[in-house]
């Protein structure tokens, strides 16, 4: 075998020098006929390694993406479909809702509005029974006593039932022209007079 015929390899490793055939030699060099242990299989396999790799991490990505964007869409949807009970139905249930987020409904008691630095205080009721108000917000220009509201907060904290105090913060105010809300639920507020409207 001539030296044109021949390729010297020198192992890293341990320094040993070898020789092979041409043939042998472009065979080495040529990853995809199978020879082990040869520096292009490593590359090739350090490469579709990567490649995993990089999927999985894609696909882990994905699921928390898809994960995140499920949950966003549950506080969404429960969060707009909050239920809103009468001020005597929050009363009662009082000890279950605690201080959790919902919306009561009842008719502004005349003259119990009155301003207080940049809060507004005010009582609402319902079948008799009468809850005063804390609204840190900016009340709108329809607000007034004696119309039905519907209000978006919760029971303050305290030491009464549900760790509450019979006090509704709130930063929504939600004024339903008469009418039409009284045509949509009908019954649902009573006067202070004690008709129904």
Known sequence: MSDRDTAVF????????????EDLAIGIL???????????????????????SKK???IAVAFVLVAAFGYLMYQGLTNSIQYFKTVDQAVADRSSLGTSTFRVEGMVVD??????????????????????IVDSGSPPSLFQQGIPVVLVGHFDSGSGPGGTSLTFETNQIMVKHSNVYIAEHPNRVKAQNGTSR
Do not use: C, H, M
């Open 56 to 58: 999985r991490r894609l």
């Open 10 to 21: 020198k192992n890293e490793d341990s320094g040993e020098i070898t020789t092979a055939s």
């Open 111 to 132: 003259g119990s509005i009155r301003r207080d630095g940049v809060q507004t205080l005010f009582s609402i009721s319902a079948n008799g029974v009468t809850l005063p």
């Open 30 to 52: 040529d990853s995809s006929k199978g020879f082990p242990n040869t520096d292009l299989n490593l590359l090739t396999k350090k490469i579709e390694k990567s490649k995993k």
